[in-house]
């Protein structure tokens, strides 16, 4: 027979780590909105930074213009630039992006090419330092919500691989935000930087809402800023090769923390799911516990009764 010690501490424990994961969930979410509000602070400074250039674009021919973040050079040695979280408890969140960053080094490597990482997150940080990867940086410790800070940080450290020739390109590997259930990880290309990422093009950006008793996440497509030509007859006060050289970095700088956002906000998705994931169980786990309890209960009950009335038919 059970014991029913056993099963009501069981049950009362179970009980304790559904509160404890209800919390993670909510605080989570909490997460998620400080994020969707920074993206949206973020948003005027990048448009009008993107107007800025796209109208020096029209004025100058990029591929003429001498600056060091757009010279192409053979590539002999790849930095990737890997972003991934200090936590667990995320479900396959860390798991996908280690996974998609071992195999874009492995295609490197059968095309002849070397490959040194920098690694954003603990988690990642831990999985290459095992296995004896060339890592020329780690950043660990970031705040949950990404600020410019870090991403500034960060954006030294590659220019500075960059620009010494230490690396020829620059990849960046995250998780781009689709949803609350869903993240994909993306690789694309940071150094040297492409003028056609400069293009006019639909955005988009997410908003963490409640209905239906739950969370959901409400996508609205945002146009893109006027990027009209700069006027023909506008004098610059410095060459505008000088301006744009000037203005590059606050771009890839730019690029880089909206790359840490989405992470941001795919990590603390994925902890909201594993969490809501781990309540229910933890519900379904209680309700199975409750049943077996009360079958032992009931079945200790009438073992009594059975005594019981064994010990009066005896007396008699």
Partial sequence: MPNLKF?????????NT????????LVAAAKVRRAQEQVLATRPFADRLAQVLYGLQARLRFEDADLPLLKKRDVQTVGLLVISGDRGLCGGYNASIIKRAESRAKELKAEGVDYK????????AQYFQRRDQPIEAVFAGLEQVPTAEEASKIADELLSLFLSEGVDRVELIYTKFVSLVNSRPVVQTLLPLDPQGLEPQDDEIFRL???????????DK???????????????EQDPVQILDALLPLYLNNQLLRALQESAASELAARMTAMNNASDNASQLISS????????????ITQEILEVVGGAEALQ
Avoid: C, H, W
Avoid at 7 to 15: A, F, L, P, Y
Avoid at 209 to 219: C, D, E, I, K
């Fill in 7 to 15: 099963i009501r501490d069981r049950i009362q424990s179970v009980k």
């Fill in 18 to 25: 559904r509160k404890i994961t209800e919390a993670m969930r």
């Fill in 117 to 124: 990482f920098v690694i954003v997150g603990r988690k990642a």
């Fill in 209 to 219: 809402t409640t209905g239906a008793g739950g969370f959901q996440v409400q996508r």
């Fill in 222 to 236: 945002v146009a893109a800023p006027d990027r009209s030509n700069l006027p023909q007859d506008m004098l610059f």
């Fill in 289 to 300: 516990l409750t049943i077996t309890y009360n079958k032992a209960r009931q079945a200790a």
